[in-house]
């Protein structure tokens, strides 16, 4: 039974992940933070069949401490401060966090499971102001936000580890990837979650920002897939993960709000609160090394991603209302 360790498994890609590996007859154990509460949401339905350790990005010790109890086989570093819009409020946590954190888990692995494989959680933020269409594992990064460049940092010094130490190591270049375990700060869900409010009568609005910033958005299931498959290959590299289709956020809201028969253009409200300080206007993937080399392919259309979110969101707020 091959053990693995995850970082960040009480977040969306966390508790898929764990569910593919328990699958896959892992020993599936979890790095979380100490906390006088237990966010564990997203893993209520796994923490019988998985172990939980706690250990802090902030703190070496305690990560060399949680590799060392568990001797992982492959370790997943999903762990992050994940929001844009926060890293510009927070730059310095999100630096320590998304950037430097890597580096602290990287060594960790290095003192105390040399031999075990390693996976970075990269972003398609790196890429910001992009250089050329569709982006790909060559593509020049050219971040557009503080969060945007700590995954500059933990890409490139996760490459420096495999280079200068020999390890395993991997970064996947996933592109937005959802479902109904986003977070409700993510625009994604902030749009299926009004819908479903617009629609019980709990709510009359939804104030969004650029509604033409254009994304390559899949199924967070599926993209963990390909993160374990990284893993299994021969030799380390990096791969791009993403639909190579791109939407933008009007598109977003005209298929969420027409799914229970909406016109968005009655709810949707531009807000200039919620516009970046430095726009990411394009990102669309070319995951044809991930096709290619991986056999990957990514399983839930658009549509039915969108559609999936509002069905859960709806049957949320309308077991709260009985």
């Given amino acids: 039974m091959p053990t693995a360790l995850i970082t960040g498994i009480t977040g969306q890609d966390g508790s898929y992940l764990a569910e593919l590996l328990l699958s896959k007859g892992y020993r599936v154990v979890g790095v979380v933070r100490r906390s006088s509460t237990t966010p564990y949401e997203r893993i209520a339905h796994l923490v019988d069949q998985i172990e ?7 703190d070496q010790h305690s990560l060399v401490e949680a590799v060392a109890s568990c001797a992982p086989d492959e370790v997943y570093n999903l762990a992050a401060q994940s929001f844009v819009q926060t890293s510009w409020t927070q730059p310095v946590l999100t630096g320590e966090f998304t950037g430097l954190g890597v580096t602290r888990m990287l060594e960790a692995v290095r003192k105390a499971a040399p031999r075990a494989r390693f996976y970075q959680a990269s972003s398609s933020e790196m890429f910001g102001k992009v250089v ?50 986003r977070g409700l ?39 963990v897939e390909a993160m374990w498959r990284m893993l299994q290959q021969e030799t380390p590299e990096d791969y ?13 809201c005209e298929v969420a709000f027409g799914h229970v028969g909406l016109d968005y253009q009655r709810y949707v409200v531009q807000d200039e609160r919620f516009f970046r300080p430095a726009e990411v206007d394009l990102l669309v993937a070319d995951p044809s090394k991930a096709r290619r080399q991986l056999g990957w392919e990514p399983k839930v259309s658009f549509e039915q991603l969108v559609h999936m979110m509002v069905d859960a969101d709806l049957a949320r707020h309308s077991a709260r209302r009985r």
């Fill in 52 to 58: 939980l350790v706690s250990a802090d990005l902030l």
């Fill in 132 to 181: 050329e269409s569709p982006q790909r594992e060559t593509t020049a990064f050219y971040p557009r936000s503080p969060y945007g460049v700590a995954k500059v940092y933990g890409h490139w010094i996760t490459v420096n580890y495999r280079e200068s130490y020999g390890m395993f190591a991997v970064s996947g270049i996933l592109f937005n990837h959802e479902s109904p375990r």
């Fill in 185 to 223: 700060e993510f625009v994604t869900r902030k749009v299926t979650d009004a819908v479903a409010r617009i629609k019980l009568g709990l709510a009359t609005e939804v104030r969004l920002g650029n509604l033409d910033a254009r994304r390559d958005w899949g199924f967070a299931g599926d993209y």
């Fill in 240 to 252: 791009v993960i993403g639909t190579g289709q791109t939407w933008s956020v009007r598109q977003l």
